[in-house]
């Protein structure tokens, strides 16, 4: 679980402070403030107040005459000799999906803070962070409006077998009648999420809607043991993409599970296709490679997994794209490569294992397949 506003101090010592305190006393310690805000930092803001010492965010704009963030700016730099230095790092990260009503918002600091503990437990439990998408992923939704109408019957016969069948919980096909959805589940899905849930901390990260996801994720953890977090698209901090700093989790314990990956433009090596062995490589102890546990990054390590998969294998591309184009800053020449395979400029038959191709008709698709036929 989150905590807002703890400080880096040794469970003792954090212990002795906060028997000794009263409520003023451990508002004081925890950032010297005042009703009026004083030399709180305000790590946490829920409902418009600080966590920490309860001043309103609306009183503290009032009196400072402007909006928090630059506020947070001048006190902060002037707490650091006014170097301008923290000043850069000022402003607030929204956590939209960590309360249904009214978002939480947490300091630059307190984010770094929270990544720091999140990085210190997860190690100590020897997990990694999954995230996961939904559709395309996990099951496959589609509207009721696009099912023909030869295909609804079959679809609520085979629904009514599965209730029949006292599947319970553990059913594949659903059909969400408030969202006007039919929602199937992948075979397997429940064996393969409760493989998982010992050995990463998981989150649902859906460009979905919020009540959506919500749905969903009663579908796939009807106990509520398996995700730590769900996400929609109401909670992302950009309407067309996917980021890791909703989660203030760490980058470099991260894997992200999702059958689309241009909606994660900053994240492309967080994305995975193999996971068992990335874990098991991650937290090796025989591995002398790999550098300390505390400095290791899961994506060198996925890294190393996905190179494995084409090696061996000889790409020669045709008609791929433009002929005056760098071959080399081409997005399938850099994922063959990125898989392990040894990307060839020209067509070498006695080099050459596979000929890539826009088309079938090609002069070097002709030249391979006469090659394979021995012609």
Not at 87 to 97: E, P, S, T
């Amino acid at each position: 679980m989150v905590q807002f506003g703890a400080e880096d101090e040794s469970p003792g010592k954090r212990r002795s402070r906060v028997a000794g305190a009263g409520p003023s006393t451990a508002a004081a310690d925890a950032g010297g403030a005042s009703g009026s805000g004083g030399g709180c930092q305000h790590p946490v803001w829920v409902f418009g107040l600080c966590g920490v010492c309860g001043v309103s965010k609306e009183s503290l704009e009032s009196s400072t005459g402007d909006q928090y963030g630059q506020y947070l700016s001048e006190s902060a730099s002037a707490a650091h000799g006014g170097d301008g230095t923290t000043r850069a790092q000022a402003g607030m990260v929204r956590l939209k999906h960590l309360h249904a009503s009214k978002e939480v918002e947490v300091s630059r600091q307190e984010a770094d803070r929270i990544r720091r503990d999140t990085v210190s437990r997860l190690l100590s439990r020897r997990r990694l962070i999954l995230i996961l998408d939904l559709d395309h992923t996990l099951l496959n939704s589609v509207h009721m409006n696009e099912v023909g109408e030869d295909v609804a019957p079959r679809l609520a016969e085979l629904q009514r077998r599965e209730q029949e069948a006292n599947l319970g919980p553990r059913r594949l096909l659903h059909c969400l009648a408030d969202k006007k959805l039919w929602t199937k589940l992948r075979p397997g899905v429940f064996e393969f999420l409760e493989g998982l849930r010992d050995a990463y901390e998981m989150h649902i990260y859906t460009m979905g809607d919020k009540t959506y996801a919500a749905e969903v994720r009663r579908l796939l953890d009807p106990t509520g043991r398996l995700f730590s977090s769900v996400i929609a698209k109401d909670h992302s901090t950009t309407a067309t993409a996917k980021h890791l700093d909703v989660l203030l989790s760490a980058d470099e314990l991260a894997l992200v599970l999702d059958d689309t990956e241009v909606v994660w433009p900053g994240h492309r090596r967080n994305l995975l296709q193999v996971m068992s062995a990335v874990g098991l490589q991650f937290f090796s102890q025989e591995d002398s490679r790999l550098p300390p546990l505390d400095e290791r990054d899961v994506r060198d390590v996925l890294a190393e997994q996905k190179a494995r998969i084409l090696t061996g294998v000889h790409i020669t591309f045709s008609r791929c794209w433009a002929q005056d184009k760098d071959p080399r800053k081409e997005p399938l020449w850099q994922l063959a490569e990125g898989l392990g395979a040894t990307c060839l400029p020209a067509y070498d038959p006695a080099v050459t294992t596979h000929v890539v191709a826009a088309g079938g008709g090609t002069a070097k698709v002709r030249a391979r397949v006469d090659h394979r036929l021995g012609r």
